[in-house]
């Protein structure tokens, strides 16, 4: 089995640095002449952080006698840990891909921002000033689902031409505003003295001080503060489940709890589903297809369901003819395809948390019953170490993940600033790597769940 030690855990941490300094990058200077090497430093971080991690994960195998002396050694009771990590695991991964699209919100507004015309008003002695609106050419009511705004190409004349400065200057550009314009209205506008045909952008002073290598404008930290709040809920969220996730939780409650005194004899996998949240409710929960472990008793085989995101095959193998007793509490009409929440607390004082099959006396061993309290089962602790799964299962996702950090680099080296058809395909590619990787591992785990499935 693979261990998460704390290199592990420190590359993990510099990784989501490198993210975060990302954001702050943005931030504090939102638009700047390409490359912008302070994001690239950031990716490198993260990029190191990660590749770091890969190799640490790949290489951290561990070998039969140091799983079996780590199953042996005792642990003091003030640092056993009593939480089961796997049922956070999906929470986890969620709250991963939230959290990954605040530096892509923020990168998208940079790529948008950063236009050839304002390179070439940048070139040439930018000045932010007043200008007056002479002129409608076309102006177009753009509605959304919160917005109303008219979109108009306008001619306008500001100040700054000529050696005095004081001659009239003729621009062309483009304005947003929550009323169709009219001539003689005036607003802030961003333009070059020196090449009136780079015309002129019109917004709000701050957001065109952004334009000059500010900070962000105060549209952009709306929309950051926004999708930053969420990404709060969703840690909220999973702080609160790995809180409840504890060993015994929902394993004794409603009903007559069994036991049955069991071996691991090997690895497998089986359809999961749970139980309904109400009897009487039409809309059934969907089987899952889970890993499992293969349990032997005198009276016969049971199944122990174990999450998705933990490999059934190494983790059998450490605890290979381990021995103890696993918990479920049936209750009353539940059917024999439910499972049940399990827990299964081996002799060396650690416990493995699933589920199993309600089944029937004819297909699975009923076990006995038993009345609290149940002591073993609260001061046992987590098995470790983690068992993950193996690199081809991965391998489809760290493709997709790195395409996607790819084109991050392509878009802060300025590749495809000109070019706005490569600009939006490598904000596609940024915003739908991680996703379609996350799926695409799924994908090869399910598989491969299948494969033990025939094999069993």
């Not at 300094?21 to 943005?26: E, G, I, K, M, P």
């Not at 994001?39 to 140091?66: H, K, P, Y």
């Not at 009771?77 to 986890?92: G, H, M």
């Not at 504890?246 to 139980?275: D, P």
Request: charged share 20%; hydrophobic share 45%.
């Amino acid at each position: 089995m693979r261990e998460r030690d704390r290199a592990v855990a420190a590359a993990a941490a510099v990784a989501w640095a490198g993210a975060a300094a990302f954001v702050v990058c943005l931030v504090v200077r939102m638009v700047a002449p390409y490359p912008r090497w302070d994001l690239l430093a950031c990716l490198a971080v993260s990029a190191a952080a990660v590749l770091t991690w890969w190799l640490r994960a790949r290489s951290g195998l561990a070998d039969a006698e140091r799983t079996v002396s780590a199953r042996v050694r005792p642990v003091p009771v003030e640092r056993r840990r009593t939480r089961w990590w796997p049922e956070s695991r999906s929470a986890l991964v969620v709250l991963a891909l939230v959290a990954l699209t605040l530096p892509l919100v923020m990168l998208s507004f940079l790529t948008k921002e950063s236009t050839p015309q304002l390179a070439a008003i940048t070139a040439h002695g930018p000045r932010i000033g007043e200008v007056t609106i002479t002129q409608v050419h076309h102006s177009v009511l753009k509605t959304g689902r919160n917005s109303r705004q008219y979109e108009s190409e306008v001619a306008a004349t500001a100040l700054g031409g000529g050696r005095s400065g004081k001659e009239t200057l003729w621009l062309e550009g483009t304005v947003k505003t929550p009323e169709s314009p009219r001539p003689g209205d005036r607003s802030p506008g961003l333009y070059a003295p020196g090449d009136p045909a780079a015309g002129v952008i019109m917004d709000s002073r701050a957001e065109l001080r952004s334009l000059l290598g500010g900070p962000a404008g105060p549209r952009e930290l709306t929309v950051l503060g926004i999708s930053g709040s969420f990404v709060l809920l969703c840690v909220g969220g999973a702080l609160c489940t790995r809180v409840v996730t504890r060993g015994s939780v929902g394993v004794f409650g409603a009903g007559k709890t069994r036991m049955l005194r069991v071996r691991i004899t090997g690895a497998g996998a089986g359809n999961r589903l749970l139980r309904p949240a109400s009897l009487d409710t039409a809309r059934r929960p969907m089987p899952t297809l889970t890993p499992s472990l293969r349990l032997a008793s005198s009276s016969g085989g049971r199944d122990l369901l174990l999450e998705r995101c933990l490999d059934p095959v190494p983790l059998a193998a450490a605890f290979k003819d381990g021995q103890g007793r696993l918990y479920w509490t049936p209750r009353e009409g539940d059917r024999p395809e439910w499972s049940a929440p399990a827990l299964l607390v081996l002799d060396d004082g650690r416990y493995i948390r699933g589920a199993t099959l309600i089944g029937t006396p004819s297909d699975a061993a009923a076990g006995e019953p038993v009345s609290g309290p149940f002591s073993d089962a609260k001061r046992s602790r987590p098995v470790g170490p983690y068992a993950v799964w193996q690199p081809q299962v991965h391998t489809p996702g760290a493709i997709c993940f790195g395409a996607a950090f790819l084109a991050v680099v392509l878009l802060v080296s300025g590749i495809g600033q000109d070019n706005g058809v490569l600009r939006t395909a490598c904000l596609l590619v940024a915003g739908a790597g991680p996703l379609v990787g996350v799926l695409a591992i799924g994908r090869r785990r399910t598989r491969y769940l299948r494969q033990l499935v025939q094999q069993t």
